[in-house]
Antibody, heavy 122, light 109 residues
Framework: EVQLVESGGVVVQPGGSLRLSCAASGFTFDDYTMHWVRQAPGKGLEWVSLISWDGGSTYYADSVKGRFTISRDNSKNSLYLQMNSLRTEDTALYYC???????????????WGQGTMVTVSS | SYVLTQPPSVSVAPGKTARITCGGNNIGSKSVHWYQQKPGQAPVLVIYYDSDRPSGIPERFSGSNSGNTATLTISRVEAGDEADYYCQVWDSSSDHRGVFGTGTKVTVL
């Protein structure tokens, strides 16, 4: 079964740091571009970042650029999001998601995890 | 930045047809993907590349894209179709960024 499981979400103070993880299983992880997407409570979906299958390309939403860093470890079938200088507006459920096709960037997201909640509050 | 506009809500009676629009500048030149999200659940892909359906998605779900509007059509609506729906494209004008629409709440009367 294809599965993505996020972890690492907690309550953190403004200005703090956090690292989210996403464990992948059931597919050839290093063939797919991976993404982080977030959803603030009661709000819509917001794309956050992507990383290519080999880690060679990364892109970020303007709202997180310079503060968040996406990475992956293909030997561990894992995706990460390092979040620094956190703001209250970063409070959201963070999903990891995979591209629908192998070795094709900027694609549809066919598999999503259940999300991990990040709350930024003093 | 590229903006996708959806109606906040659409109401439809069971058995009828729901149409959800997604407006964007020359969106017909982009590939549009659609997601369904039920309360407390992760989004599910229902249409990709404008009109393709992933395996397991009923034929009642279809999509089209032309000009400045993409449309998700749900035929013979069922109570289980009640959910939020989001369109999504890639904006590669200056950098590569994913863009989601504002979302549409579909209510089955």
């Amino acid at each position: 079964e294809v599965q993505l499981v996020e972890s690492g979400g907690v309550v953190v103070q403004p200005g703090g740091s956090l690292r989210l993880s996403c464990a992948a299983s059931g597919f050839t992880f290093d063939d797919y571009t991976m993404h982080w997407v977030r959803q603030a409570p009661g709000k819509g979906l917001e794309w956050v970042s992507l990383i290519s299958w080999d880690g060679g390309s990364t892109y970020y939403a303007d709202s997180v650029k310079g503060r968040f860093t996406i990475s992956r470890d293909n030997s561990k079938n894992s995706l990460y999001l390092q979040m620094n200088s956190l703001r209250t507006e970063d409070t959201a459920l963070y999903y990891c998601a995979k591209d629908i096709q192998q070795l094709v960037p900027y694609d549809a997201f066919d598999i999503w995890g259940q999300g991990t909640m990040v709350t930024v509050s003093s | 930045s590229y903006v996708l506009t959806q109606p906040p809500s659409v109401s439809v009676a069971p058995g009828k047809t729901a149409r959800i629009t997604c407006g964007g500048n020359n969106i017909g030149s982009k590939s549009v993907h659609w997601y369904q999200q039920k309360p407390g659940q992760a989004p599910v892909l229902v249409i990709y590349y404008d009109s393709d359906r992933p395996s397991g998605i009923p034929e009642r779900f279809s999509g089209s894209n032309s000009g400045n509007t993409a449309t998700l059509t749900i035929s013979r609506v069922e109570a289980g179709d009640e959910a939020d729906y989001y369109c999504q494209v890639w904006d590669s004008s200056s950098d590569h960024r994913g863009v989601f629409g504002t979302g549409t709440k579909v209510t089955v009367l």
